[in-house]
């Protein structure tokens, strides 16, 4: 046993340098994405003043590649290239109707508010107030029948416009009366128009006939029976335009004007009562 010759013990390996591609290609100082060497001071660049008018353009450092830049293995590196480029600034000039434009909206816009400041004033110093219409008397001449479903009939109405308005002249157009009864209309009269000053009433007088109007039966006989009972309702509507000047304003409405009248049968066909509204219509 002891004659068996001893093996002799292998070494381990020995350790390569720490020199791989990986150590080269990557160390800090030489990666390729860094763009300029490390340096231990930065000397300041001097700047240049610029005028107002001039844009400064730095150009790109991956645009240009400087032939002395350091190679590693093959690869370059890019250093940053601090060259800048002054360019003239393009002043872009407002074009003088666009100026004109504006000028005109501005005045416009003045005058607008002043005129509307103006109506105002003058609408609280005034303070409009809707005309009354109403009725002063009426008179039922005739009532006769010329068949069962046919009548005639013959009415005098006096007819009174007040202007309430203490600063405001009106004038009133296409006025149109009518005579209803049972809300069926049996008469209708128009009025010529006419100006009413500040303060002032103006009585119309008007004449309405009813000739060969048909009413449906029950109409009649009621009119019979209220002729009978001396008691006869009508209702009278109109219808007008008011016109009225506010200074240098000029501006209309409609009224609806309405009348319950009562009167007695004919001959004398007297007012007994009369009940009449105006609002705008």
């Known amino acids: 046993m002891s004659n068996l010759p001893t093996t ?3 070494q381990p390996p020995e350790t390569p340098p720490w020199d791989t591609p990986s150590s080269r290609w990557f160390s800090p100082i030489s990666t390729p994405w860094r ?8 000397t300041p660049t001097p700047t240049t003043p610029t005028a107002l008018t001039e844009v400064i353009v730095s150009k790109s450092p991956l645009s ?8 590693h293995d093959g690869i370059e590196s890019e250093r940053l290239n601090d060259t800048m480029v002054l360019l003239p600034l393009r002043i872009n000039r407002t074009n003088p109707w666009v100026w004109c434009g504006a000028a005109l909206c501005f005045i416009f816009s003045i005058l607008l508010i002043i005129f509307g400041i103006a109506t105002l004033v003058l609408f609280l110093a005034l303070r409009p107030r809707t005309p009354v219409f109403d009725i002063s008397n009426a008179k039922l001449n005739t009532i006769y029948f010329e068949s069962p479903v046919y009548f005639n009939g013959d009415m005098l109405l006096l007819l009174n416009f007040t202007n309430p308005n203490k600063k405001l002249g009106v004038r009133f157009d296409q006025l149109t009366v009518e005579l209803w009864f049972s809300d069926k209309k049996i008469a209708t ?3 010529l128009p006419f100006k009413q000053g500040n303060g002032k009433t103006r009585l119309e007088p ?3 006939i009813s000739n060969l109007v048909f009413l449906p039966v029950n109409h009649l006989v009621e009119l019979r029976r209220q002729l009978i009972n001396n008691q006869i309702n009508y ?4 219808l007008f335009r008011v016109r009225a000047v506010l200074g240098i304003i000029h501006y209309s409405y409609w009224l609806h004007g309405s009348c ?3 009167l007695a049968s004919p001959p004398t066909g007297g007012l007994i009562s009369r009940n009449c509204t105006t609002k705008k219509w």
């Open 8 to 10: 002799p013990q292998s």
């Open 35 to 42: 763009t300029t060497p490390r340096t231990r001071q930065s």
């Open 64 to 71: 240009h590649k400087s032939p002395t830049t350091p190679s």
């Open 189 to 191: 009269q128009g009025v």
């Open 206 to 208: 008007i004449r309405l």
């Open 235 to 238: 209702e009278i509507r109109s």
């Open 260 to 262: 319950q009248l009562q």
